[in-house]
């Protein structure tokens, strides 16, 4: 069992969240944590009255981890006359692999108005906890690594702004960066039997457009209720931290808003009244959107009282993977103590009984009957060595999330290659069914789609649903669908390699029409993984033509420890054809988007390059 103790961190003002600004950023890890010359013009703020609002979040692309635990002990702005603006002033400890499908609220401050050369994180891996998947679904404990080999330590992510008109915080005027940690560029795993290691080279993105934004947490203590506006405040508490003043943030409410208040399902009417009788100070934790519209945040669902206990009760979430009678077994498992520390043990026995309270999204009454193999679960209960009872706790049964590829279209089945990130060889269906004969079949699962579009999807297609599974033992259905995302509206990610030599032959062409690269030199890593299921380029006639997503994007070269960022695809072609004009090879290639399988081509806006300049 391991036991990590809570940090409090981020102790900053915060005000009425708000986002302005198109700028796109990528980061890559550098020796230091300097700024380049910087350019002229804005200087930072000397007056008190200069400042803007910037409000940093965290979300993470996909990769292969069931934890990417690391202390996060810097982050920070370096304007264009030196001064440096500290985002994070106490090392927080972060489990990157927790944001896949969402984006959390990390800090909002007062910047000054002025000029940015750069922005900088720093990562301290002396304690990190990272933790691995083999093909069969067991946990390995990873040794992490540098490119040389060497044991990690700390690393500064660092971009600096090579743009003309820099990074600019303008007075009154609201910005915003979510920092996307990109796992699987960022990681290189070799498993060898029961060990793995794990060589990192930090790559993440620093984003403002949101035009494909994931939802929202923000996570607090009630402020006030504002029932005319439909919304409430909160006071802001950031990942798992309990105390320390952040600030306040403004939270709106629609008719389809769903609120969980003490253990009891509510329509957003009914919750907005319970949450103004409730104390200020009350526990709240907000699922939601961020509308770019309106500036607002827009909560989807609202968790408050009890059913956020915080330090009333032992608190654990993870995915059931098997059910015997009363007794859950779930994989994945973190759990908050009351005493206010965090143990991770992969597997947790749960004990159910009939006074246990079951909520569900969108039902006023649950039992424990709907709680079956696959369903992620938020439990409370007492905590004994690897075990919880929740006879007089609660269990929420939040959605999961299913990918695999297509079967057969219409009714939709699915073979199965993950469960909410676990590989579905450690998923015990037994007894899910009506009889021994309909238990869920992992390589052929049903999955009930009721009005959902079907006419995207085809035969051997990856697909990601979103949902709950049938209660257990009732199937067929094994799962019932509420989103559902075929090959071409889920995002993927390009990686090829080519060694640290580079290829000089990997690009054949570039222009207007996009990049065509070759891996015919190449012996490296070459795929698209979508749905966190990876497509093997080389079973590809030809690689897929690269399309930029529209004349503005984030395109990035990375060379001598430096990035160059264009945000224009017609800059970014000219600035790496003279590179490969002088010499340069292709080290690495990687990008996210979507795969047309059809015209064999990939759309993407994200995309970048290490060269070597071979020097």
Known sequence: MTI???IVGLPRRISRLATVGVFSLALMACGGGGSTDSVSAIDAASSEDEFAKLSVSLTDAEGDFLTYQVDVTNISLTSSNGAVINLLPQTTTID????????????????????????????????????????????????????????????????IFNDQSGFVLRPGTPAQITLDFDLDASNEISINGDSATVTVQPLLIADTILEESKPFRLRGLLASVDAEESSFSIDLRPFRTRNGAFGS???????????????????????????????????????????????????????????????????LRGTVVAREGNSLSVRGAIVQLSTGSFVFNDT?????????????????????????????????GVVTDNSMNSAEGMVRIKASSIAG??????????????????????YDFSETGTSMDTNADPDNYEVNTGTLDLSGVADGDPIRARGFTADFGSAPEDFYASTLAEVAHIRGHMVINYGPEGSVNAVTSIGEEGLQLDITDSPFRHHILIAGIPLNLESLDQIPLVVPGGERGVYTIWKDERIEVYTFYAEFVEAIEGDLEGGA??????????????????????????????D
């Open 4 to 6: 990590i103790e809570n």
């Open 96 to 159: 990157f692999a927790q944001y896949v499908e969402v984006t959390e609220l990390l800090t909002i401050l007062d910047a000054p108005a002025g000029r940015y050369d750069s922005v900088s994180m720093s990562l301290d891996f002396s304690n990190a906890q990272v933790i691995v998947q083999n093909d069969a679904g067991d946990p390995i404990l990873a040794d992490v690594v540098d490119e040389e080999g060497q044991e990690l330590s700390e690393v500064t992510v660092e971009i």
């Open 249 to 315: 943030a403004d939270v709106l409410t629609t008719e389809s808003t769903g609120f969980e208040v003490d253990g009891v399902v509510l329509n957003a009417l009914e919750g907005l009244a319970a949450l103004a009788d409730k104390d200020s100070g009350t526990a709240i934790v907000i699922e939601g959107i961020w509308d770019r519209d309106a500036r607002e945040y827009v909560a989807t669902v609202v968790y408050a009282g009890s059913s956020v206990p915080w330090d009333q009760a032992d608190i």
């Open 348 to 380: 947790f026995t749960v004990e159910l009984a009939h006074t246990t309270i079951v909520t569900k999204r969108g039902q006023d009454e649950s039992s424990i009957a709907e709680i079956s193999v696959g369903s992620a679960v938020y439990a409370t």
């Open 405 to 426: 590829t297509v079967v057969s279209v219409s009714p939709l089945v699915m073979d199965l290659t993950y469960i909410n990130g676990r590989r579905s060889v450690i």
């Open 585 to 614: 090879s292709l080290v690495r290639f990687d990008a996210q988007g979507l795969f047309d399988r059809t015209l064999n081509t990939f759309t993407s806006k994200r995309f970048g390059v290490v060269l070597n300049n071979n």
